[in-house]
């Protein structure tokens, strides 16, 4: 079966840097565009960054510049390298891969302190 396995959350004062990671199985991962979605207490799921099976990205305005998506299709893994940490990041962020089908990880908690 599929499993996307988030790693690299915590807890970082703001201002820091942290590293995702979703390490995908059970899929054709060079095939499938690949993404992280994020969601804070009382708000709706979102779209962070994806890249696209070709390698194309696209991010949401609030962390363009601060954070960058890469994969690495050898180890069927997706990254987020989150720079400039702010407060209002704070949420749990969730892997996505989507091609046929759409498939998430179980989520990672992601706390920037003030």
């Known amino acids: 079966q599929v499993q996307l396995v988030e790693s690299g959350g915590g807890l970082v004062q703001a201002g820091g840097s942290l590293r995702l990671s979703c390490a995908a199985s059970g899929i054709t991962f060079r095939a499938n565009a690949m993404g992280w979605y994020r969601q804070a207490p009382g708000k709706q799921r979102e779209l962070v960054a994806v890249m696209s099976a070709g390698g194309g990205t696209n991010y949401a305005d609030s962390v363009n510049g601060r954070f960058t998506i890469s994969r690495d299709n050898a180890k069927a893994t997706v990254f987020l390298q989150m720079n400039s940490l702010k407060p209002e990041d704070t949420a749990v962020y969730y892997c996505?891969?989507?091609?046929?089908?759409?498939?998430w990880g179980q989520g990672i908690q992601v706390t920037v302190s003030s």
């Open positions: 996505n891969a989507k091609r046929w089908s759409s498939y």
